[in-house]
């Protein structure tokens, strides 16, 4: 059974930096590719970026390049998201995900078979 349990969120002041960690379990993970999303109220889930097991390859989505930084730990078996100048707008649940054997970067959020819980980020102004 996969797990994916998120960690790092909290609150933060605009301008701040926070690191979010995804740990995951139960399976062996290197034909799988992970994804970050996340929903701030009343809005769908928004998609983030992703990291690949296998190579490590990253995709972002375009509103995320340059100061969110998804990277992965393969001996911790942890994908982590760094978000540097946080701004309000960045206030929202943030989710890790996974599929295995997922050809192409997974923009949706049906595309992927495990959640985590979630963790919060609030971005005061």
């Known amino acids: 059974q996969v797990q994916l349990v998120e960690s790092g969120g909290g609150l933060v002041q605009a301008g701040g930096s926070l690191r979010l960690s995804c740990a995951a379990s139960?399976?062996?993970?290197?034909?799988?590719?992970m994804a970050w999303f996340r929903q701030a109220p009343g809005k769908e889930r928004e998609f983030v970026g992703t990291v690949r097991w296998s190579d490590g390859r990253v995709d972002y989505a375009d509103s995320q390049k340059g100061r969110f930084t998804i990277s992965r730990d393969n001996a911790k078996n942890t994908v982590y998201l760094q978000m540097n100048s946080l701004k309000p707008e960045d206030t929202a649940v943030y989710y890790c995900a996974a599929a295995r054997g997922m050809v192409g970067t997974g923009t949706l959020p049906w595309q992927y078979d495990y959640w985590g819980q979630g963790t919060q980020v609030t971005v005061s102004s």
């Open positions: 139960g399976h062996t993970f290197s034909s799988y590719i």
